[in-house]
């Protein structure tokens, strides 16, 4: 696990890696690291086939069951008062909301966030990943790039009316990794929206839930 420190007070995001890459893959490493700039504290960890360097993904529980013991051990030695944040790249943020949905993270997330939330596979759009969405009651915020094959703009606008909760922001020409052809610096605008509506949600009672 690696942690990201902001200034004391900080909120804290868990961050999960995509299914391709692990934690210090230069894009997380990018996104932690811009995130604390911002004033947010990030920690990350690996999945148990990524700790295995194995390339296929564990099965569905066993990600939820590391999701939450990283999620445990973060909350547990963070200073009291720390408002705690949900989410990933791709599949990371899948699980994320997989545990949230469940009603498995204790102390419960301010509020998640999804970095190219995976609605569908590619080429594939009946193959919907979203029927426990609805099931989270906290804010939710997808920053999906107009490109990205799991899920275009006209599925990710109809996916966020259906949910009350939820924020989409949409990173013009940006692919699944949020970035324009090869250059990354829309992935830096993506992690100052996050950042902000991070620190925003913060200092708001936890029942509210912004616009």
């Keep these: 696990m690696e942690h990201y420190p902001a200034p004391p007070g900080a909120p804290l995001l868990v961050l ?21 700039a911002h004033g947010v504290s ?16 564990d099965h569905t529980p066993v990600l939820e069951a590391a999701y939450r013991a990283v999620w445990e051990e973060v ?60 099931r989270i009651s906290a804010p939710m915020l997808f920053v999906h790039g107009t490109r990205d094959p799991f899920g275009s703009p ?4 109809d996916l966020t009316r259906t949910l009350p909760t939820s924020r989409l922001h949409l990173v013009e020409g940006g692919d699944h990794s949020l970035q324009r052809s090869k250059r990354a610096e829309s992935v830096d605008g993506a992690v100052e929206i ?8 913060s200092r708001m009672p936890l029942s509210s839930v912004p616009l």
């Design 16 to 36: 999960a890696h995509g299914a391709g890459a692990g934690e210090k893959h230069p894009w997380m490493l990018r996104v932690a690291r811009g995130l604390s």
């Design 194 to 201: 996050a950042a902000d509506w991070i620190k925003g949600l």
């Design 75 to 134: 909350t547990r030695a963070a200073p009291t008062g720390t408002k705690f944040f949900a989410g990933g790249k791709s599949m990371g943020g899948r699980m994320a909301s997989h545990v949230a949905a469940a009603d498995t993270l204790v102390p419960p997330a301010a509020g998640l966030v999804f970095f190219g939330y995976p609605l569908h596979p590619p080429d594939a759009p009946a193959k919907r990943r979203d029927a426990h969405l609805p």
């Design 154 to 157: 006209d599925e990710m606008r």
């Design 42 to 57: 990030v920690a990350t960890f690996e999945f148990p086939y990524m700790q295995a360097r194995r390339k296929r993904p």
